[in-house]
């Protein structure tokens, strides 16, 4: 009987997932296909390194092998960094393979040219592991919400940035031993400068900004944050307050451009993000028919990332090729916004807010509460860069309180 001949590219954390899963859910697959899938060949960095139980898959270090394989159907991309990500995945377009990618920097990067080659080539591109792990939120976008209008989104797409702020705050750990937790559990990418410094978010929501407004925003409205600076004590200041820290990636249009901003955000317990805890990822649509949508899973780990490029694999064989969406579909109001964060100074004077803020609350000893214009927030960057504020997201109940003293 013929077969789905397929190539894994990279056998980390999530390589090992694809050969495991691919074994465990055989029969589900061949049904699905109607053929049997075979791995027929792994690439690696160093072949000392690793061993395959089943000797008849080819173990190799050259990615020429792969492509000189007498059958390949699909080339599985589980490797970090745009190359050789990249060109493996152009080889393999071009040759005739559809590609499956987990790949979110690369991807990031070069999604659409791959995309315009596959659609030349005519062979398909599976992205679904590039954005929130084992989420379905690709396939929920583009083929689920295709009449809708999607006027923003936001999600925690990075499990280990949550992993680490929920063990810090639950446990009183220390940054970096959590941070090891999370690399010893195969959450963290190799480099996990990436995960700590906001990087990986940032690729996945320009994943997520190309599928559903069809581009990238303009540099000089991305904002990207990570978490590697905030403090045990800014945690538990937060915690007392009824806050958590979470590190939100959202995407919105506005007046005709795409505002990113991926940084952390503080949640009181009326955001649907308050409870998303551990590795955990969540994705909060708002579409102008159906209104919110949110969707909660596991965002990073050996089986989710495995399912979410396994249930790529139907999906490549389907007739109707799946489209971007032009940015003119989607447009975006122009709306005067209000916001409000919170600063941790023990010695600012009120005085020198009051200038930016309609609202100023000392909430504790360290943290001053203010509520404004987003407006009047960009300018206090501008004209205090140094001293952060950090957003807060949900009604902050404690606020509330105080006002009505
Ligand atoms: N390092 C990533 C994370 C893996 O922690 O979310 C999943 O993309």
Redesign the pocket.
């Known amino acids: 009987m013929s077969a789905i001949h397929i190539a894994i590219l990279g056998l980390g954390t999530v390589g090992k997932g694809v050969l495991e899963t691919i074994e465990t859910h055989q029969e589900r697959l061949q049904y699905l296909l109607g053929k049997p899938v075979k791995v027929e060949a792994v690439l690696v960095k160093n072949l000392d390194k690793h061993k395959l139980e089943d000797s008849s898959i080819l173990l190799t270090d050259q990615f020429d092998d792969i492509l000189q394989l007498a059958k390949l159907d699909v080339v599985i991309d589980a490797i970090v960094g745009q190359e050789p990500a990249f060109t493996c995945a152009k080889k393999s377009i071009e040759r005739g393979s559809h590609v499956i990618t987990a790949n979110?920097e690369m991807f990031a990067h070069h999604g659409k040219e791959l995309l315009e080659l596959a659609k030349k080539h005519q062979v398909s591109i599976g992205f679904e592991a590039t954005v929130a792990?084992g989420i379905p939120v690709i396939q929920t976008l583009r083929k689920l919400l295709n009449v809708n209008r999607i006027t923003k989104i936001e999600g925690i797409v990075?499990?280990?940035s949550n992993f680490i702020l929920t063990n810090m705050r639950e446990k009183g750990l220390p940054f970096a031993d959590v941070l090891k937790e999370a690399q010893e559990k195969g959450?963290?990418?190799a480099d996990p400068t990436n995960?700590i410094e906001g990087f990986?978010a940032y690729f996945k929501a320009l994943v997520l900004s190309n599928v559903i407004f069809g581009k990238l925003p303009e540099p000089e409205h991305i904002v990207r944050e990570g978490i590697s600076h905030i403090t045990r004590e800014q945690i538990q200041t937060a915690s007392s307050l009824g806050l958590k820290y979470k590190h939100i990636a959202k995407l919105e249009k506005q007046g005709g451009a795409i505002k990113c901003n991926v940084e952390p955000v503080l949640v009181t317990d009326a955001h649907p993000f308050y409870s998303v805890e551990g590795v955990q990822n969540a994705l909060s649509i708002d579409a102008d028919i159906v209104g919110n949508i949110t969707l909660l899973g596991p965002?990073?780990g050996k089986l989710p990332?495995a399912s979410a490029i396994i249930e790529d694999l139907p999906h490549l064989y389907e007739k109707q090729p799946l489209k971007f969406f032009d940015d003119k579909l989607n447009s975006g109001e122009q709306q005067v916004k209000t916001g409000q964060w919170l600063l941790f100074s023990k010695d600012l004077e009120r005085s020198v807010l009051e200038p930016y803020f309609a609202e100023i609350l000392n909430v504790s000893e360290e943290a001053i509460y203010v509520r404004g214009l987003t407006e009047s927030m960009n300018k206090w960057e501008q004209d205090y860069p140094v001293v952060k504020m950090v957003p807060i997201e949900g009604e902050f109940s404690l606020v509330k309180e105080l006002l009505l003293v």
């Open positions: 979110k792990g990075n499990g280990t959450f963290a990418e995960d990986d965002g990073a990332t």
